[in-house]
């Protein structure tokens, strides 16, 4: 099955910190120019299981994009735009968290007839929610999701962040994503999504409130998502991920235990692994047991890439 995946391909410009980070003054990293960008790095990560997949993108006509584009360990479907730079993100990064500063560039470009052009044959399209958060690729992204069902392949979602899917609403956003086969999201993403109160996404508690609310489990979390989607799957990092399936059902496995450098691009691997078994017929539970491997794979090293 040939798997399309839609989103962001940029420069990573990788800070490892030496510890935290000092406002005001110096901090000691190690720093190196990467591969990145959430779709291109689950497209890679996809590519390097022997997935058949493409990546749709936009890159700047530059030395970054070209770059870019031929490390990439995937088939490209991405074009370059000369009106516009090839993106940039700026992550700061310590063995267990990972902060991001984005310039979208060209990936702010991407419009349906680039989506259209790569679907044809696609048995899967997943799409990165950092398309769906720009106003000026939403419509793309929607796009993607409608053409990918018209053309009867199944759909994905990553949710990307919590930081963007605060300002674009949650409501918007499981609209945008509504009946998709799977929705993707870390615990921050879920509970901004619907983790405060059942059956109103993203309503808040009162300030004063907010820190003695009772704040949902994973399980639940996941069993709110699938109202939204047909499948959902809460990724937690080091204590493993839960899927829900239609029915209610709710399967959960552990992480991989391995000592963390990097936390980059870990979600990203997980996605590939949970979609690569998953699309080859794998249960539930073997299937987030594959992105759990995958994910811990991805932490044991620096760079967001295989």
């Given at each position: 099955?040939?798997?399309?995946?839609?989103?962001?391909?940029?420069?990573?410009?990788?800070?490892?910190?030496?510890?935290?980070?000092?406002?005001?003054?110096?901090?000691?990293?190690?720093?190196?120019?990467?591969?990145?960008?959430?779709?291109?790095?689950?497209?890679?990560?996809?590519?390097?299981?022997?997935?058949?997949?493409?990546?749709?993108?936009?890159?700047?006509?530059?030395?970054?994009?070209?770059?870019?584009?031929?490390?990439l360990s995937c088939d490209s479907a991405v074009r370059f735009a000369p009106e516009?730079?090839?993106?940039?993100?700026?992550?700061?990064?310590?063995?267990?968290?990972?902060?991001?500063?984005?310039?979208?560039?060209?990936?702010?470009?991407?419009?349906?007839?680039?989506?259209?052009?790569?679907?044809?044959?696609?048995?899967?399209?997943?799409?990165?929610?950092?398309?769906?958060?720009?106003?000026?690729?939403?419509?793309?992204?929607?796009?993607?999701?409608?053409?990918?069902?018209?053309?009867?392949?199944?759909?994905?979602?990553?949710?990307?962040?919590?930081?963007?899917?605060?300002?674009?609403?949650?409501?918007?956003?499981?609209?945008?994503?509504?009946?998709?086969?799977?929705?993707?999201?870390?615990?921050?993403?879920?509970?901004?999504?619907?983790?405060?109160?059942p059956g109103v996404p993203g309503m808040v508690a009162p300030a004063e409130l907010?820190?003695?609310?009772?704040?949902?489990?994973?399980?639940?979390?996941?069993?709110?998502?699938?109202?939204?989607?047909?499948?959902?799957?809460?990724?937690?990092?080091?204590?493993?991920?839960?899927?829900?399936g239609p029915d209610g059902t709710v399967v959960r496995v552990p992480a991989v235990?391995?000592?963390?450098?990097?936390?980059?691009?870990?979600?990203?691997?997980?996605?590939?692994?949970?979609?690569?078994?998953?699309?080859?017929?794998?249960?539930?539970?073997?299937?987030?047991?594959?992105?759990?491997?995958?994910?811990?794979?991805?932490?044991?090293?620096?760079?967001?890439?295989?």
């Amino acid at each position: 099955m040939r798997i399309v995946v839609v989103g962001d391909l940029v420069t990573d410009v990788l800070a490892s910190l030496s510890g935290p980070l000092t406002l005001g003054s110096d901090t000691t990293a190690a720093i190196r120019e990467t591969g990145g960008g959430s779709a291109a790095n689950t497209a890679c990560w996809l590519g390097s299981l022997g997935a058949p997949t493409s990546l749709v993108a936009v890159a700047g006509d530059d030395a970054a994009g070209r770059a870019r584009v031929a490390e990439l360990s995937c088939d490209s479907a991405v074009r370059f735009a000369p009106e516009a730079p090839t993106g940039t993100v700026i992550v700061l990064s310590t063995a267990d968290e990972r902060s991001m500063v984005t310039d979208r560039g060209a990936n702010a470009l991407l419009n349906a007839s680039d989506v259209d052009s790569a679907l044809p044959g696609a048995g899967h399209m997943h799409l990165s929610g950092y398309v769906l958060f720009d106003p000026r690729t939403a419509a793309a992204g929607r796009h993607a999701l409608a053409a990918a069902r018209s053309v009867g392949a199944s759909t994905s979602v990553d949710a990307g962040s919590a930081g963007p899917l605060r300002m674009l609403g949650p409501e918007r956003f499981l609209d945008y994503v509504r009946g998709t086969d799977l929705l993707l999201a870390n615990l921050d993403e879920a509970y901004t999504l619907v983790g405060t109160t059942p059956g109103v996404p993203g309503m808040v508690a009162p300030a004063e409130l907010a820190e003695f609310a009772a704040r949902p489990e994973p399980e639940e979390l996941a069993r709110r998502l699938a109202a939204y989607a047909v499948h959902a799957v809460v990724k937690l990092g080091a204590a493993g991920a839960v899927w829900a399936g239609p029915d209610g059902t709710v399967v959960r496995v552990p992480a991989v235990p391995v000592e963390p450098v990097d936390p980059t691009g870990a979600g990203d691997a997980f996605a590939a692994g949970l979609l690569a078994a998953w699309l080859g017929g794998a249960e539930p539970g073997a299937a987030l047991a594959a992105g759990a491997e995958l994910g811990a794979r991805a932490v044991t090293q620096v760079g967001a890439r295989p």
